[in-house]
């Protein structure tokens, strides 16, 4: 078990560096309206990694991968069907987007827009954002697959199984925790920096809400298309 333990730790903690949860903590902290309700987005990251990695141990992925296959094999056109008119009706929103933020800024006014401070996020958004975000990262978490075929090879038992689990998932939220603290005790000096980055973040999410379903719908529309004529 020794072994498995600092097998565990090694990748646990290469695994923690993970640039994305860790970038979206350091803004969501200055979004909170008390710092510890950071920590709602920290126990979603946990909560769902331990999850995760209990429910690939279990074969709950192969579950699905059959379940997958019966389903496209019955209703395949269908599927590509929807995903063709999905495809096409985001293309639409991206359109009507771009539309709406000409139309809201228009070229003759010389004033400066203020950028609103943005509203405080709930628990309850740190909680599923954490959550959401894990869930999209799990599939390709590479050191964390690893170490679950080495749990599953190593034939131990199920309480073995899920203390190693645990400690891998308690060090794959450590930089979160840490980030924590040193936003505790650098305050004013973090909230400056984000400050910045917030006006940055403001201007580039408006053209992602554009942009992003636009090139949603044009890959659904063009996968959709190929998988029901091709």
């Not at 063709?84 to 809201?104: E, H, N, Q, R, S």
Request: proline fraction near 4%.
């Amino acid at each position: 078990m020794w072994p498995l333990l600092s097998t565990g730790v090694g990748l646990g903690l290469i695994d923690s560096l993970n640039p994305f949860t860790i970038s979206a903590q350091a803004v969501l902290q200055a979004l909170v309206k008390k710092s510890y309700h950071i920590w709602y987005y920290i126990f979603g990251t946990f909560i769902s990694y331990f999850i995760g990695g209990l429910l690939v141990i279990f074969g709950i992925d192969k579950f699905f991968s059959t379940f997958y296959g019966s389903i496209m094999a019955e209703y395949s056109n269908i599927i590509f069907s929807l995903e063709i008119t999905l495809g096409i009706g985001l293309v639409f929103l991206g359109a009507f987007l771009l539309y709406k933020k000409k139309k809201a800024s228009p070229s003759s006014n010389k004033k400066e827009k203020k950028i609103a401070p943005p509203k405080s996020v709930t628990p309850l958004f740190l909680l599923f954002l954490g959550v959401s975000n894990t869930i999209g990262d799990l599939p390709t978490a590479i050191p964390y697959l690893i170490f679950i075929a080495q749990l599953v090879e190593a034939s131990i038992s199920m309480g073995s199984v899920l203390f190693l689990l645990l400690i891998y998932n308690i060090i794959y939220i450590l930089p979160l925790v840490i980030l924590f603290f040193l936003y505790i005790f650098n305050k004013d000096k973090v909230d400056t920096t984000i400050e910045k980055l917030r006006r940055k973040v403001a201007n580039i999410s408006e053209w992602a809400a554009i942009i992003l379903p636009t090139a949603a719908g044009v890959f659904l529309g063009i996968h959709g298309y190929i998988s029901l004529f091709a």
